[in-house]
């Protein structure tokens, strides 16, 4: 239980008030959202409290308006990263407290249920200390009598009255038997692939192109973060455990010199050596694990997210099988680059050369089409049924009671991690339909 955020790390990060509006990238317009950053802002609130959110308001200039202060202090750095924010600061720019979202309690550590480790970015935690959604969200939901969840259970189609207007069963596979369920409200929540193939496969007589696909967008305008990992080498070690306390926003929206949006910078999970193989296994394969194990201890890693653009023909479609196929063609590449280099430049000339890296000692990881943590868009939300799936309370247009909660509603994708945006629309629908049950 948790899905994806069992192995996120666990960075709760605001859309920016502006990513709420269309915006205007090298590769064409990220589209606005049907409802305004003002309507979304007290979810933000909520979700952050929920989610146990550690953060320092006012360090990050393009920080939208908070109606309430973090609940947890800042994640302080460890000594390495905070001279590497102490450098920043120096040579004029706006390093901040990354917003994270894990059980630390800093002043009273033998009572913290987190424990600083490394294992947490990429890891599920075996102490329960990350802020995930079976730790926060679904155990304290089993503990009513009306919750009941159900293991080894896949659901398999949804099926609707005959007039199509309404689902009526959800058809599911429990531990190879095939049980049927009812209920008068269905949510669907399985990640922005596997809801829009559940609806395509779900298609009937009075929906024949899948359901809720009257506008032929179920699957389409997929999006995932242009995401890079860079290692960065430090000539000095860098012992940090949990590293992930550090984002940089200063070209989210262009520099000098360049219009358009680049994107978040922020640090990734510590490295380890025998994570090279599997990231880099050509290039590391042929090297001894000790001197692997020697360039984790002296890594830096950063995380580059630029951000996608929602286009048509990117998308999710399924076979009869229940395949899916997943076609994708990358853009806004040029701000990607960019935001690479203008990292790169800034190691290189932040008078830190004896301590953080030679200058020609990169590794760069680019994230493919296989790197779904922060996908998007499938079953977008919008006014207009010609061009939407969802209404603005992420309810189908074309049915009565069913809803899609993930991120699958995004129409834009922004560059900075989405979960807290989902977290924070859930949140939204859910008074939704406690307002609509009531």
């Not at 510590?270 to 890594?299: C, F, I, N, R």
Request: glycine share 8%.
């Amino acid at each position: 239980m948790g899905g994806a955020t069992k192995l996120y790390g666990a960075a709760l990060y605001r859309l920016r008030k502006e990513d709420f509006g269309e915006l205007k990238h090298h590769d064409g317009i990220s589209p606005a959202w049907p409802i305004s950053y003002e309507e979304m802002e007290p979810y933000y609130t909520k979700a952050e409290q929920m989610y146990q959110v550690h953060g320092a308001r006012g360090e990050d200039p393009t920080e939208p308006p908070a109606s309430a202060p973090y609940s947890f202090p800042a994640v302080s750095h460890e000594p390495r990263i905070q001279k590497l924010s102490d450098d920043l600061v120096r040579t004029g720019y706006h390093p901040f407290h990354a917003p994270c979202g894990i059980m630390l309690n800093e002043k009273n550590m033998p009572f913290s249920t987190c424990v600083r480790c490394m294992d947490c970015d990429g890891f599920p935690c075996v102490v329960h200390a990350k802020s995930d959604a079976e730790v926060l969200a679904v155990r304290p939901a089993l503990q009513y009598s009306n919750v009941t969840l159900l293991t080894n259970a896949h659901v398999v189609k949804l099926n609707t009255n005959p007039t199509g207007t309404a689902i009526t069963e959800v058809v599911v596979n429990r531990s190879g038997q095939t049980e049927t369920f009812r209920g008068s409200i269905v949510v669907v929540s399985c990640g922005a692939a596997n809801s829009a193939k559940l609806l395509l496969m779900s298609g009937n007589d009075k929906h024949p192109n899948g359901l809720a696909n009257g506008s032929d967008n179920v699957g389409r305008n997929y999006m995932y973060h242009n995401s890079q990992a860079v290692l960065a080498i430090s000539k000095e070690p860098n012992p940090t455990k949990y590293q992930k306390t550090l984002g940089l926003n200063d070209f989210y929206f262009g520099m000098e010199g360049f219009e358009f949006p680049m994107g978040n910078i922020q640090m990734v999970g510590k490295s380890q050596g025998p994570m090279y193989k599997g990231e880099k296994p050509l290039e590391a394969g042929l090297a001894p694990g000790w001197t692997l194990d020697h360039l984790a201890v002296h890594a830096v890693d950063f995380w580059l997210s630029t951000e996608d653009l929602p286009k048509a023909d990117n998308r999710i479609t399924v076979d009869g099988q229940g395949t899916i196929t997943l076609s994708y063609t990358p853009a806004n590449q040029v701000p990607k680059q960019k935001l690479y280099e203008k990292l790169k430049s800034m190691l290189s000339s932040l008078d830190m050369h004896d301590h953080l890296i030679p200058r020609n000692l990169y590794m760069k990881n680019e994230i493919s089409i296989g790197g779904v943590a922060h996908q998007a868009g499938t079953c977008r939300f919008g006014t207009d049924p010609k061009s939407s799936v969802l209404d603005t309370n992420c309810k189908a247009h074309e049915l009565d009671n069913l809803y899609v909660v993930d991120t699958s509603f995004f129409p834009s994708i922004g560059a900075v991690n989405p979960a807290l945006t989902a977290m924070a629309n859930a949140l939204r629908v859910g008074d939704h339909l406690i307002a609509r049950i009531k």
